[in-house]
């Protein structure tokens, strides 16, 4: 897979945006839901990408890792109205179709993009 950070703001998801798409639950992928995800990588119609959350994992972190899951705080942009800080859980990787991103919500800033491709680096 190819990472190259690369966000052009023009309607179409890029490496380092942070889009709006459905995502399909992890206990049951029939269902899902429409959420942020940060592009990691695109090949043709194909998008890599990792969830976000407003959940604020930091209190349970000990917790999250006994069962596998992995979060990092990426702060806070346009991706929310409201602002709330974020984080991006670097375990589960999804691969999502291109058309199934619904919106833009904004370009991560590059050094923080980095830091969550060398810590997700162990999940891809």
């Given at each position: 897979m190819d990472i190259e950070y690369s966000p052009v703001l023009d309607g179409r998801p890029d490496p380092g945006e942070i889009v709006w798409a459905w995502v399909p639950y992890e206990e049951d992928p029939s269902r899902g839901k429409d959420r942020p995800v940060l592009v990691l990588a695109r090949d043709g119609n194909r998008l890599t990408a990792l969830a976000l959350t407003s959940k604020d994992h930091d209190r349970d972190e000990a917790q999250e890792a006994?069962?596998?899951?992995?979060?990092?705080?990426?702060?806070?942009?346009?991706?929310?109205?409201?602002?709330?800080?974020?984080?991006?859980?670097?375990?589960?990787?999804l691969t999502l179709d291109v058309y199934a991103v619904r919106r833009e919500g904004a370009a991560l800033p590059r050094e923080i993009f980095d830091e969550v491709v060398r810590e997700a680096r162990r999940f891809l």
């Open positions: 006994r069962a596998g899951r992995y979060w990092m705080d990426v702060g806070t942009g346009d991706w929310d109205r409201r602002r709330r800080p974020s984080e991006v859980r670097l375990d589960r990787v």
